[in-house]
Nanobody, 110 residues
Framework: VQLQASGGGLVQPGGSLRLSCAAS????????IAWFRQAPGKEREAVSC???????SHADFVKGRFTISRDNAKNTVYLQMNSLKPEDTAVYYC?????WGQGTQVTVSS
């Protein structure tokens, strides 16, 4: 079982990025997947989650800006991040308990 996160980078405030979490070794179809993030010196926190039936939930600090989605045919979950703020800077991880992806760095800075 592997989760491969990608799509991070450097973006200016107000910009957008789309993160991808590609799964291998199993089919995502029947599982809930979550995105977490961890900023320097802070604890890891939950950002968004999508169930197997595509119900979604988002932390208050990203509501209205981030959207989580899944493409079971591609065995991939996405996190569309819009209106990015400097405080969104963190390493973003995808999670399917108990497995974690390796993380992708998102830096929001002018």
């Amino acid at each position: 079982v592997q989760l491969q996160a990608s799509g991070g980078g450097l973006v200016q405030p107000g910009g957008s990025l789309r993160l991808s979490c590609a799964a291998s070794g199993f089919a995502l179809d029947y599982y809930a997947i979550a995105w977490f993030r961890q900023a320097p010196g802070k604890e890891r926190e939950a950002v968004s989650c999508i169930s197997s039936s595509e119900d979604t939930s988002h932390a208050d600090f990203v509501k209205g800006r981030f959207t989580i989605s899944r493409d079971n045919a591609k065995n991939t979950v996405y996190l569309q991040m819009n209106s990015l703020k400097p405080e969104d800077t963190a390493v973003y991880y995808c999670n399917l308990e108990p497995y974690w992806g390796q993380g992708t760095q998102v830096t929001v800075s002018s």
